[in-house]
């Protein structure tokens, strides 16, 4: 077994490099690296990782600490930091013709509440707790859990889904075949878009709130309370709509429904605070009292 | 000459006669070929819609770069050179020089491409892209017989790309496989439901949603891609 630790060092705009190059034979032992970062109150945290589990969880320290941990015989970890940025890049040395069955990383990474992050993987899962801060996620397969999380949360994903408790703030999420679920969300702009996932939103439509949820095939469902007011409009081509709103027609505050073959439901729920759009190709739409 | 210095050839005289030197590559490099026939492909299906509207539309342009840009397929102009610029390979991707310019620039012409289908489908009538430039609007529509034969260049590279994912991790792959059929069988009854009812907007709106995202999954793929010169 052969383990080499490399620290470069850069120009003070560089930062430091720290790589960690680890080449042993093949069914080698698990690897752990445990790397601290001291940072300003917001750093941005950027991480590249292909596959693996990854966990964000807030801290009240300023400081990053990531702690890592891989099989692979042909993998290396590279973090970075350069001023207030840290940048964690998981890749695979060597050829990539080989066969590369353990490309896989896992990671548990601690940051100062108010860090902003931007994660990029493609399979395993992203769990991220209590950061209040903006963050970007661009995922192929990986699924996605946010809890107490607050910022502008952008989500890519092909087929991974989410699962949001408590988030707070701005959510911009697209998926193909990945469901959403926002729990208990305190979300005042909210766009999501998937082809054949499901739509699940049960929560508060906050005043002044704009809630945009789009899907092809699959069911979107929103379940409002007694207290909660706003404009709906919802809109299935070919599928069911179902509501069980007290939806008052009010031309004068909504547009008028689409024309062609489409099945609407175009009202006010009380005043109307909130915006409230959903659409479907032919999915069903259901609009539900909570329980 | 390697397949880097062709292409730079290629780009500084894309409509000249290619110098002795890059064209006895040409006849030894199946995949300069490729690249090279595949620019033709565009520059004959941009002569095409040229024939319908002499001059460009700005707007048609911008839109192409903002989505570009916004995919991160392309960079800024750079101040010193001309035209769009890819990004370095290590830059972005999983392997480092596992992503090369020529695989990008062939299958960005292909995201290019693809994007104008959904736009042309759409008739630019539900493509909110602003001009950054703001230039006066024009709108433009791309002719069917331009499109013709599209379909299958587009899944053959898609189908390329995600091949190439096998070596890496095969659940990535087989998702990219499973969403992209869910795409294609959603552009196949958005694209029915337009022909049974062409007067309804929601409809075409739809169908310009579905090519997007097949859009948007070719540049996932291509950026995770392993794509390579041989």
Not at chain 2, 124 to 144: I, K
Request: aromatic share 6%; charged share 20%.
């Amino acid at each position: 077994m052969n383990t080499r630790a490399l620290f470069l060092s850069g120009s003070a705009a560089a930062g430091a490099l720290t790589m960690l190059l680890l080449a042993s034979p093949a069914g080698a032992q698990t690897r752990k690296l445990e790397k601290r970062f001291v940072v300003d109150g917001k750093p941005l945290v950027i991480l590249h990782n292909p596959s693996g589990r990854i966990l964000v969880k807030a801290a009240d320290r300023n400081e990053v600490v990531v702690k890592g941990q891989y099989a692979g015989n042909r993998i290396v970890v590279e973090i970075e930091q350069a001023d207030n940025r840290v940048e964690i890049v998981t890749r695979l040395a060597g050829p990539t013709s080989s066969s590369s069955p353990d490309f896989r990383a896992d990671f548990e990474i601690t940051v100062p509440t108010e860090a902003e992050l931007q994660v990029r993987t493609d399979s395993g899962s992203v769990t991220v707790e209590s950061v209040h801060g903006d963050m970007s996620f661009d995922t192929v397969a990986a699924d996605l859990a946010l809890q107490d999380v607050e910022g502008y949360l952008v989500i890519k994903s092909v087929g991974g889904s989410l699962i949001c408790s408590r988030c707070g703030g701005r959510l911009d999420a697209t998926s193909i075949s990945g469901s959403f679920q926002l729990l208990q969300p305190l979300l005042n702009h909210v766009r999501l878009q998937t082809s054949s996932g499901n739509i699940f939103f049960d929560g508060d439509f906050l005043s002044r709130g704009i809630y945009v949820m789009k899907s092809y095939s699959g069911t979107i469902e929103v379940r409002f309370s007694n207290q909660d007011s706003f404009d709906l409009r919802a809109t299935s081509l070919y599928g069911l709509v179902v509501n069980q709103a007290p939806v008052v027609q009010d031309a004068r505050r909504v547009p008028s429904p689409p024309p062609g073959m489409a099945r609407s439901l175009v009202g006010s729920v009380k005043q109307g605070q909130a915006r409230v759009e959903l659409s479907s190709f032919n999915g069903t739409i259901k609009i539900s009292k909570r329980e | 000459m390697h397949c880097e210095h062709f292409e730079e050839m290629l780009a500084q005289q894309p409509d000249g006669p290619l110098p002795l030197e890059a064209a006895d590559h040409l006849d030894a490099c199946l995949r300069c070929r490729l690249l090279r026939d595949d620019l033709q492909a565009i520059q004959v299906a941009a002569q095409e819609w040229g024939s319908e509207e002499p001059v460009p539309p700005p707007r048609v342009w911008a839109a192409i770069q903002v989505q570009l840009q916004a995919h991160g397929l392309i960079a800024q102009p750079s101040p010193h050179g001309r035209g769009l610029y890819l990004q370095p390979a290590a830059a972005k991707g999983w392997f480092a020089g596992g992503w090369n310019w020529a695989s990008r620039l062939e299958l960005a012409g292909a995201y290019v491409l693809l994007f104008l289908v959904a736009a042309g489908l759409a008739g630019y009538q539900t493509v909110p892209v602003a001009d950054p430039l703001d230039r006066p609007g024009t709108t433009a529509q791309v002719s069917r017989g331009a499109l013709d034969g599209l379909g299958p260049a587009l899944d053959g590279n898609m189908q390329r790309v995600v091949a190439s994912f096998a070596e890496y991790d095969g659940s990535v792959a087989l998702s990219l496989r499973q969403n992209l059929t869910i795409v294609d069988n959603l552009i196949a009854v958005c694209e029915k439901t337009v022909r049974e009812h062409p007067g309804d907007p929601l409809a075409r709106e739809y169908l310009y949603g579905a090519y997007q995202q097949k859009a948007d999954l070719l540049a996932v793929a291509m950026d995770r891609s392993t794509l390579e010169i041989k």
